[in-house]
C-alpha cells in the first residue's frame, strides 16, 4: 500500500511541483523586489540577535553569525513548512470540494514550497561562510540525511496539522504558541550548555534540538555527527511521518464536506 | 465494458445542531453529546455506465444529482456501497478550479491544466491554441485579476476542452455563459461523444439531455426513480411531477387581479349572485393525468368544471392564453369554434383539446371566460388564474413551437 501511494505520488510529480512553484511565486509577489525583501527579514533579525547575543549576554561561541543564522534558517524551516502546511487544505477549499486527487499533494507541495524559501535564504548562508573562510570538511556528507530528516519531521507535522485545522480552527493559534515555546526551548540562540545539566536531556528529546546541533558541528564546525544523535533523528522522522499519515487518513474522507 | 459502476449506493450527511468548529468548543462541550440531524442525499443507488455512453443526470433541486457526481468523482465518499471506476475520470464540476489572481494568463493555464491532469509537455505544446482559442493571445503575461469574468471563463474553459478524459463528468457548467459559449460547449461535448468517451451529465436542461444521452437517470429526493431510455424517463420526470399545489397556484396574485378587475364594472355583476361559475380548471397530459408540466409540441387537453345554478342557454366558454408577462398570444371560444351548447344546469366540465402545444418554453397563464351568448351577458371570468409551463425538446429558440421541416429546391440538387 505504501509502495503503491509513492507511485501514486511520483504520477502527479508535475502537479506537486507546480503547486509549490505557484505558491513559491505568490508569495514574493512575483517579483524581483520580493525575493529582496524576503532576504532582508533573516538579515535583519540575524543582526539584531548577534548584537543582544553577542555584546549584551557576552556569548561565547566560534563563528556566532553564522551559528544563529544556520539555527534560524533550520527553525525558520520547521516553523514556514508547518504553518503553511498547516493551511494547505483549508486555504484551497475551492479545489478540495471540486475535483479528487490525493489530499496529501497540496501538504507536500507546500512542504516544498518552504523549501525552496529556505534554500534561498540560506545563500546568504553561504556567502556568510565564504566571507568568514570557514573550512568545510568530509563531515558535510551527513548534511543532506541531516536536512532530509528535517523535511519528514515538517512533513508529518504538516500532515496532522492540516488535518487538525480543517476540523477544529483553533489548531492554528495552539500550533503558533508551541511554536514559539519551541523556540526558546531549542538550542537556537544559545548552546546546549546553557541549560542546566539536568534539563539537557529533557532538551534533547526534541529531534529539531538534536538537528540543529548535529547540522552545525558538521557543517561549521567540520565534526561528524554523532551516530546516536543520527538514529534519534532517523526513528523520530518515522514516528512523526507515521503518526501524522494516521491522522490525516483518518480525516480525509471528510475534508469536502467539514471544509 | 463497464466504465462506471454504482452499487448500493448511500449516502448521509449529519448536520449538527450546534457546530464545533474548535478544540475549545469540543472539550467545553464533552459533557454535552452534540444534537444533529441525519440527512438521506442518496439512498440505494445502482446503476452501470458503459464505454462510450452518455448517461444524464435529471430531477428536481436537492435530489441529490450533484452530491451523486461528487461521490463518483471520489470528492465526497459514500456512507454505504461502492462505485467503481475502471478508467480514468475527468471532472467538469467548475470551470477555472485553482486560479489564482496573482499569477498571469500562462501561469494559470499552467496550472489548471496539470490539475486537470494534462502532462507538462502537452501543456507547453498547446499553450499558444488555448490562448487563441480563448481570443487571449495578446494577454499572455496579464495577471488573471485584470481580466473579465467573461474572459476567465474563456480561458478555463479553452484549458479543460485541451484534456483527453476517459471517463467525462460534468455537472451545470453549460448553465453558465452566453447563447454563443453554450452552443460552444455542446459542440465539444459531441466532439468528446463522437470519440467514445464515456459521459456522465447532470443538467436541468431537458433538451440537451434528451438530444445527447443514450440513458438517462432519474432521481427524486435521493432515490433512483428510474433509468433507461431518455424519452420515456424525461416523459416520466415531466408527467410525473406531483402537483403540490392546484393549478390556479399564484392565489394570491390572482386576488389582485380580481380586485383591479373590479373596478371595470364587468367583475361587477357576478359578484352579486352568480348565475353560474367557472370551479376550476385542470391540464391534461397524454397519460390523462393532470399537470402543469408539459413537454413542447406535446397534446393537451384543458378541462373546465363549471357549476350553473339555473339553467343557462347558449352559454360560450372562452380562453385567452398569455405568456407570463402577459402579452395575448391566443383566444377561442365555442363560438367561434362552432360548437353551439344548448344549455347547461348543474356542474360538468368541458374539455379543450389542443393536438400539438405550439409552444417551445415557459410558463404560460390562462384565462376563462364564461358568457351567455344571447346578449353577451358575462356569468364569470377568471382573468389568468391558471397555469401551465411548457419544457423544450430541442433547441429552437423563442416562445412559439411551430412543428415544421426544411425541404431544399434547387436546380443543381447535390
Known amino acids: ?259 | 465494458m463497464t466504465a462506471i459502476k454504482v452499487e448500493h449506493l448511500h449516502k448521509t450527511f449529519r448536520i449538527p445542531h450546534q457546530k464545533r468548529t474548535t478544540i475549545f468548543e469540543t472539550l467545553t462541550g464533552v459533557f454535552k453529546p452534540p444534537t444533529y440531524e441525519t440527512f438521506h442525499a442518496l439512498r440505494d443507488i445502482n446503476f452501470t455506465v458503459e464505454e462510450g455512453e452518455a448517461l444524464g443526470i435529471i430531477g428536481e433541486n436537492g435530489s441529490g444529482k450533484s452530491t451523486l457526481l461528487k461521490i463518483i468523482a471520489n470528492i465526497l465518499r459514500p456512507s454505504l456501497g461502492s462505485v467503481t471506476a475502471l478508467k480514468k475520470l475527468t471532472p467538469f464540476l467548475e470551470l477555472g478550479v485553482g486560479f489564482q489572481p496573482d499569477l498571469t494568463a500562462s501561469e494559470n493555464i499552467k496550472i489548471y491544466a496539470t490539475i486537470m491532469g494534462m502532462q507538462k509537455r502537452e501543456i507547453n505544446d498547446k499553450l499558444d491554441d488555448i490562448l487563441e482559442f480563448a481570443g487571449l493571445k495578446n494577454f499572455r503575461d496579464t495577471k488573471l485579476k485584470n481580466f473579465s469574468s467573461g474572459m476567465q471563463v474563456r480561458l478555463a474553459f479553452s484549458t479543460a476542452i485541451q484534456t483527453n478524459p476517459e471517463i467525462l463528468l460534468m455537472d451545470e457548467v453549460l448553465a453558465v455563459g452566453d447563447m454563443e459559449f453554450q452552443q460552444k460547449c455542446l459542440d465539444v461535448l459531441n466532439e468528446y461523444r463522437k470519440k467514445g468517451i464515456t459521459i456522465i451529465f447532470v443538467s436541468h436542461d431537458l433538451g440537451a439531455v434528451r438530444r445527447f444521452c443514450d440513458k438517462v437517470l432519474l432521481l427524486n429526493k435521493g432515490r433512483q426513480v428510474a433509468i433507461g431510455d431518455p424519452t420515456e424517463v424525461i416523459d416520466r420526470y415531466v408527467y410525473s411531477k406531483v402537483e403540490t399545489s392546484p393549478s390556479n397556484n399564484n392565489e394570491p396574485e390572482s386576488n389582485e387581479n380580481k380586485l383591479q378587475d373590479g373596478k371595470d364594472g364587468l367583475t361587477c355583476r357576478q359578484i352579486s349572485g352568480k348565475i353560474a361559475e367557472i370551479v376550476d380548471v385542470s391540464f391534461y397530459d397524454k397519460f390523462d393525468h393532470a399537470n402543469t408540466n408539459f413537454n413542447s409540441l406535446d397534446p393537451m387537453k384543458v378541462r373546465i368544471f363549471y357549476n350553473s345554478k339555473e339553467l343557462v342557454e347558449d352559454p360560450v366558454f372562452g380562453i385567452a392564453l398569455y405568456s407570463e408577462r402577459g402579452k395575448h398570444l391566443f383566444g377561442t371560444n365555442t363560438y367561434l369554434k362552432n360548437y353551439p351548447i344548448n344549455s347547461i344546469l348543474g356542474s360538468g366540465y368541458i374539455d379543450l383539446l389542443i393536438e400539438k402545444i405550439p409552444l417551445q418554453t415557459g410558463k404560460f397563464l390562462m384565462t376563462v371566460d364564461l358568457v351567455q351568448s344571447k346578449d353577451y351577458v358575462p356569468l364569470d371570468h377568471k382573468d389568468k388564474q391558471y397555469s401551465f409551463s411548457v419544457i423544450p425538446t430541442g433547441y429552437e429558440e423563442g416562445i412559439l413551437g411551430l412543428s415544421c421541416s426544411w425541404l431544399l429546391n434547387s436546380e443543381r440538387a447535390i
Open chain 1, 1 to 259: 500500500m505504501i509502495v503503491k501511494h509513492i507511485k501514486e505520488m511520483y504520477d502527479y510529480r508535475n502537479l506537486i511541483w507546480q503547486l509549490a512553484w505557484s505558491e513559491f511565486k505568490l508569495r514574493y509577489k512575483n517579483s524581483i523586489l520580493g525575493y529582496f525583501w524576503s532576504l532582508l527579514e533573516p538579515m535583519l533579525m540575524l543582526i539584531v540577535l548577534y548584537v543582544i547575543f553577542s555584546n549584551l549576554m557576552r556569548v561565547q561561541v566560534e563563528h556566532y553569525q553564522l551559528f544563529l543564522l544556520l539555527g534560524i534558517i533550520l527553525w525558520g524551516f520547521l516553523s514556514r513548512a508547518t504553518t503553511i502546511g498547516m493551511f494547505s487544505i483549508v486555504g484551497r477549499a475551492s479545489i478540495v470540494k471540486k475535483i479528487y486527487f490525493p489530499r496529501d499533494i497540496f501538504v507536500v507541495s507546500s512542504c516544498i514550497t518552504a523549501l525552496l524559501m529556505s534554500i534561498f535564504e540560506s545563500l546568504i548562508f553561504i556567502i556568510f561562510m565564504v566571507f568568514f573562510r570557514v573550512p568545510i570538511s568530509i563531515n558535510l556528507v551527513y548534511v543532506p540525511f541531516i536536512l532530509f530528516f528535517l523535511f519528514i519531521i515538517s512533513f508529518g507535522l504538516s500532515l496532522a496539522l492540516s488535518a487538525l485545522n480543517v476540523f477544529y480552527r483553533d489548531v492554528q493559534f495552539i500550533w503558533q504558541v508551541l511554536l514559539q515555546v519551541g523556540y526558546f526551548a531549542t538550542p537556537i540562540l544559545y548552546t546546549l550548555d546553557v541549560f542546566p545539566k539536568n534539563l539537557q536531556g529533557f532538551i534533547l528529546l526534541n529531534p529539531i534540538a538534536r538537528i540543529i546541533i548535529s547540522a552545525r558541528d558538521t557543517i561549521i564546525y567540520s565534526s561528524p555527527a554523532k551516530i546516536e544523535d543520527l538514529l534519534f533523528m532517523f526513528l523520530s522522522s518515522i514516528v512523526f511521518l507515521l503518526v501524522g499519515y494516521i491522522i490525516f487518513s483518518r480525516l480525509e474522507p471528510r475534508f469536502a464536506e467539514e471544509i
